[in-house]
């Protein structure tokens, strides 16, 4: 079984990754000017859609039921932080 890095750009504040169900993030980075997941990976695990979402610093989450994947800052200074999940709404 290989394991590989793949990359998925988190072009939307909630985005839904077709990627290993098994994968493991390693980072959030920012590259090209777009936030992007890397994921170590092995190649032949079955893949299933998994949920990213992006919050800026002082936005609200939500109930705590999301899993803290890591942060990015872009050049203008903003910090924004991924979570692994899909949140209920905020009211």
């Not at 390693?26 to 979402?53: H, I, M, W, Y």
């Amino acid at each position: 079984m290989a394991t590989v890095i793949n990359e998925y750009p988190l072009s939307d504040p909630r985005t839904v990754v077709n990627m290993p169900y098994d994968g493991s993030v390693l980072t959030v980075e920012v590259l090209d000017g777009v936030p992007t997941l890397c994921s170590r990976e092995n190649a032949s695990s079955q893949k299933s859609d998994r949920v990213f979402v992006i919050f800026a610093s002082d936005q609200a989450i939500g109930d705590g039921s999301l899993s803290y994947v890591g942060s990015f800052q872009l050049p203008a200074g903003t910090a924004y932080h991924v979570f692994e999940g899909d949140p209920a709404p905020i009211e």
